[in-house]
């Protein structure tokens, strides 16, 4: 079993910056990648950004340049920071955790969200 919980969402005014984090815990043997996806009202769940065990970093379109994400040293925490934060980034932001168990098994794990809101 593998839990997923994000913190740091919250009320910001547009133009400033906001930083996510997200701890994987649980029976895991190795990670395979740590990323986020948001969701917004009324639309489909989108990548924001995920970074690979390799340390390589894919983003979505709207993420590049004002987003980053990271992994501390291989371990179980990932952050995203955001930056010129802009109302239509309001949505539900998710933690997204590929993850071997000490079982053996390959998963695909999610936390519950972190609510960010962008607005004067």
């Not at 815990?25 to 969701?39: A, K, L, V």
């Not at 989108?46 to 590049?64: I, M, P, Q, W």
């Not at 952050?79 to 071997?100: F, S």
Request: proline share 3%; hydrophobic share 30%.
């Amino acid at each position: 079993q593998v839990q997923v919980v994000e913190s740091g969402g919250g009320l910001v005014r547009p133009g400033t910056s906001l930083r996510l984090s997200c701890v994987a815990s649980g029976n895991i043997r190795s990670i395979h990648f740590m990323g986020w996806y948001r969701q917004a009202p009324g639309k489909e769940r989108e990548l924001v950004g995920r970074v690979a065990s390799g340390g390589n970093t894919y983003y979505g379109d709207h993420a590049k340049g004002r987003f980053t994400v990271s992994r501390d040293n291989g371990g179980n925490r990932a952050t995203l920071q955001m930056t010129r934060l802009k109302p239509e980034d309001t949505a539900m932001y998710y933690c997204n955790v590929g993850a071997t168990t000490t079982q053996n098994r390959l998963g695909d794990y999610w936390g519950q969200g972190t609510q960010v809101t962008v607005s004067p």
